[in-house]
């Protein structure tokens, strides 16, 4: 195969050739604005395809002024996306104007999607900013983004030309996996021969391929900076778990903690949705009770920053909910989150127990159980979750015991122990995995009927 001569101000707007001829690293310190603009750009221009033609932003402009005014925002941040398919004609024009004599370009270093985001930002942003009448700050939690992207017929052109190099290579619209698609081996081939397998698919004249009053696709979206709120949560029902529970596509429980405050939350700060975090977590037939869990709840592009109304929002998710109460609800930042997981192993908790004992009860069963202080015990991975743990010996204390007896065969236990014990599992040994127990204690048979966690006792300030 061989190259052929390509006619460059044919298929590249003379705006183009002037910023690629002239862009180095930097594009503030030799781009003018007023000086790229006397140069005529247009929309099937095979470098840009209209991404520098500031008219065709109207539509851009009049949505984002209707859009940002839902947002709580003081000023906004700009940022571009470009499809995969810019990577490969970027470096097709980078291997052909290397040792072009046509147009005098010092360095194609810079042709690449990154020089045009650049270029964007430098020339665009400024523009932007007036039009829409806000104050652009590279810091602002409001992002407005541009993705640039082609039609479906383009990526089966540019697939088409994969397969007839036999690489295994599927671009898809809307994917922005760049580093996971496999483009190297292309990139890596020789000049000569990308030279001629992209001319013959004629890459010099994709935009012939747009819709010549649209050019390239244009998606707008506003991403808002997540908000962090931090609470304790009680747990006051033995039917919900945690977080939502399916098995084979049918809900297990008919609620859970999350989804008893994700709701409101969602609706209050008109966010896209919400991310529930919580230091540990206890079954879903067990209650918690005391000053409840800590938790930290991350909310996903909200509009809405209702930061004065906490305790008007935690009301409504306690009137609302029948199953869970809320306290403590107030605003934190994402590093709230290592302070709850690192307490949820530095913490003791308190766990009161129904238990049933095989044996009739005596006063010395209830002094022996009463004088536990301090024991170490081993636990295996018990039974009824090895299915999703690893099989594994965990070494935990037991700090103190406090039985007092119901009835012959009944009694309540109250344990406090190091976190991340299997209470359950201590109580009636799970078939002597857990060593010792209140099984091996009393020499009987034991099961536990109820369990709640009374308290959480911390042993390092995670407000700190």
Partial sequence: MSSQSIDIKKYICDRCIYLISNFKDDPSSNIKKEEAMKYKSRLNCNFCFGVFEFDLYKDIISE??????????????????????????????????????????EDTTFIEPNSLKLILKHLFVPHFAKEIHEEFNLDSDLRIDICFDFPQSVYDEVNAMFKYLNKDIVLKP??????NVGLKPILEMPNSLILAVFQKFEFYNIASKLNPE???????????????????????????GQSPWEINGERVCVSSVEEEMKFIIIKKYEADDLRFNAGGREDRDVRMLGGGRPFMLEIINPKKNMGK???????????????????????????????????????????????????ELIDDDINKLNSVKNIEINQKTPLRVLHRRSLMDRKKIIYELKAEKVSDHFMILDVISSAGTYIKEFVHSDLMRTEPSVKSLLDCDVDILQLDVRDLILLNDINK
């Fill in 214 to 240: 649209v050019g390239i696709e244009k998606k707008l979206t506003f991403l808002k900076e997540p908000l962090y709120l931090k609470g304790n949560y009680n747990k006051f029902s033995r039917v919900i």
């Fill in 309 to 359: 109304d906490l305790k008007k929002i935690e009301e409504e998710i306690n009137n609302t909910s029948k199953f869970i109460k809320v306290n403590s609800l107030e605003a934190c930042n994402k590093v709230y989150n290592e302070f709850i997981k690192k307490a949820e192993v530095n913490k003791m908790k308190v766990y009161s127990c129904f238990v049933w004992v095989s044996k």
């Fill in 64 to 105: 984002v002024k209707r859009k940002i005014v839902d947002y709580d925002h003081v000023d906004f941040k700009f940022s571009a996306s470009f499809s995969m398919i810019f990577d490969l004609v970027h470096y097709f024009w980078k291997c052909y104007l290397k040792n072009n004599k046509e147009i005098n370009i």
């Fill in 174 to 179: 809307n994917d922005k996996q760049r580093s």
